[in-house]
């Protein structure tokens, strides 16, 4: 059955307020257990999974409320995208997008507290497991819906090549999903391997240079010499 505009609407705020709720919750849990935290609460692990910056309760509850922000700034951004009309192409890719880095950050928010309640020993490899291990799996599934992307200016492989042209927008979105997969492939292995001193140069530079082959490849593309 296809769905009216009016209902589409009505389901997608349903959705979204339900993740606000779970943020605002999230919140909440944050706030009631503030008062039997230490002073002071780890905020800053290195890629050896050592702690290496702390703050005060106040700092981190600030921290936690990063959820609920996110989900209304990710409300706000297709209504004033230029080319907010497109998002209706690629709608359940987007709320994917939304529910799972919503979903990534109200559990990386309780991190502060695992340490804290000696949960998690400081030295072990399981913030590094974890944030790489999240946000490689989230790039391996962005990455095989990345040719569904319309042109916009707010989500995707946005060169000004892409944004000019439709066909250069569609292969650069493709080649984006590429290079997304190898970039979560290796943050994946990355923390598996737990190699601490090679974290920062390996993922980076996948990141890097993934960032510059898609410019490059968009621009070849637009140029016509990529056919």
Same mark, same amino acid.
């Given at each position: 059955?296809?769905? =009216?505009p009016?209902?589409?609407k009505k389901?997608d705020?349903?959705? #979204?307020?339900g ?5 605002a919750?999230n *919140?909440?849990? %944050?706030?009631?257990i @503030?008062?039997?935290m230490p002073?002071?609460?780890?905020? %800053? ?7 290496d ?6 700092a981190?509850?600030l921290?936690?409320l ?6 209304l ?5 297709? +209504? ?14 987007w709320k994917g *997008? ?6 990534? *950050?109200?559990?990386? +928010?309780w991190t502060?507290?695992l ?6 020993t400081e030295? +072990?490899?399981?913030i590094?497991?974890?944030?790489l ?8 599934? #962005? ?10 200016y707010?989500?995707?492989a ?5 944004l ?7 292969? =650069? ?10 970039i979560?492939?290796t943050?994946?292995?990355m923390?598996?391997l737990?190699?601490? @001193? ?26 016509g010499?990529?056919?």
């Amino acid at each position: 059955m296809t769905q =009216t505009p009016g209902t589409k609407k009505k389901l997608d705020n349903r959705y #979204l307020i339900g993740l606000a709720i779970a943020s605002a919750v999230n *919140f909440a849990a %944050h706030v009631a257990i @503030s008062p039997f935290m230490p002073d002071q609460l780890p905020i %800053h692990w290195n890629a050896a999974g050592q702690i290496d910056g702390y703050g005060s309760k106040l700092a981190v509850l600030l921290l936690d409320l990063l959820p609920l922000v996110m989900v209304l700034l990710f409300r706000v951004v297709p +209504s004033i995208d230029p080319k907010r009309d497109n998002y209706e192409k690629f709608w359940r890719v987007w709320k994917g *997008f939304v529910v799972g880095m919503t979903i990534f *950050f109200i559990a990386l +928010s309780w991190t502060s507290e695992l340490y804290a309640f000696n949960l998690v020993t400081e030295g +072990s490899n399981f913030i590094t497991i974890f944030v790489l291990g999240g946000l490689g799996l989230l790039f391996i599934i #962005l990455g095989n819906y990345m040719p569904c992307v319309r042109q916009n200016y707010t989500f995707g492989a946005k060169t000004p090549w892409a944004l000019d042209d439709e066909r250069t927008w569609q292969r =650069t979105q493709r080649m984006c999903g590429i290079v997304f997969i190898i970039i979560g492939i290796t943050m994946i292995l990355m923390g598996m391997l737990g190699a601490s @001193s090679q974290i920062p140069f390996v993922v980076g530079g996948s990141v890097i240079g993934g960032t510059v082959w898609i410019y490059v490849y968009s621009y070849l593309v637009f140029r016509g010499t990529l056919r």
